[in-house]
């Protein structure tokens, strides 16, 4: 039985929009359904990242499941100051980066950007199984099932583990929630995080609990 879960992502995780986070986003709804004491390290303009770091941090803590809703595959985490920073397109936080701009408008490029993001994935769902942490994936965004056909990008999506990856190639959370209410920054509010708690709980059970 799980008792301690971690849930890690970007705004959408965070509950960026809602009236109260730390009670109606959807790893406190899905706490609140199963009696589980979760974490929320969801960040606004959180990128893979961050989630990757911050999932290695936390391992060590022993949480019995580890939700991970995958960011945009354009943001990416840099040092600063001594402070960690996400960098996102047309974000207000890389608009005070000089080069931002030029490296967005230049230099980056999408399908690297996803076989980046497809490592980070295999990297993270490899190293779970090796410690025998039970894990969920499942992508934030509707663009990241969209894959350039590549064969280097082929290969990577045929070593992801389907089992652990609620929507993998098919939906996302905002794919889940387009029917819902959102914010005027495009976030799923109250009803859509019931929507996103249910779907992942049922996905629990299903894979874990039954």
Same mark, same amino acid.
Request: aromatic share 10%; glycine share 4%; hydrophobic share 40%.
């Given at each position: 039985m799980f008792k301690r &879960?971690?849930?890690? !992502?970007?705004?959408i995780t965070y509950g960026e929009e809602l009236r109260s986070p730390s009670e109606s986003s959807w790893p406190s709804l899905l706490g609140q359904l199963n009696g589980w004491e979760v974490t929320n390290a969801g960040k606004y303009r959180s990128s893979n990242d @961050? &989630? /990757? @770091?911050?999932?290695f941090e936390e391992l060590d803590n022993k949480y019995d499941l580890i939700i991970i809703a995958w960011s945009q595959t354009s943001r990416f985490e840099i040092m600063q100051e001594s402070k960690y920073r996400d960098v996102s397109l047309n974000c =207000?936080?890389? @608009? #005070?980066?000089?080069?931002a701009e030029e490296y967005y408008k230049y230099y980056y490029d999408a399908i690297?950007?996803? @076989?980046?993001w497809l $490592? $980070?994935?295999?990297?993270? $769902? *490899?190293?779970?199984?090796?410690? #025998?942490q039970p894990y969920i994936f499942c992508n934030a965004f509707s663009d990241?099932? *969209?894959? =350039?056909?590549?064969?280097? &990008?082929?290969?990577l999506v045929?070593?992801?583990?389907?089992?652990?990856?609620? !929507?993998w190639m098919t939906d996302s959370i905002l794919d889940w929630t387009k029917s819902a209410p959102r914010g005027p920054g495009? +976030? =799923?509010?109250?009803? !859509? +995080? /019931? /929507? /996103?708690?249910d779907k992942i709980n049922k996905f629990i059970h299903k894979v874990y609990l039954n």
């Open positions: &879960i971690l849930c890690i !992502g970007c705004s @961050r &989630i /990757i @770091r911050v999932a =207000p936080i890389a @608009r #005070n980066f000089k080069w690297d950007s996803y @076989r980046k $490592q $980070q994935v295999i990297l993270l $769902q *490899n190293y779970m199984e090796k410690i #025998n990241m099932s *969209n894959f =350039p056909k590549t064969p280097i &990008i082929d290969k045929s070593k992801v583990d389907s089992k652990y990856y609620l !929507g495009m +976030h =799923p509010l109250e009803e !859509g +995080h /019931i /929507i /996103i708690a």
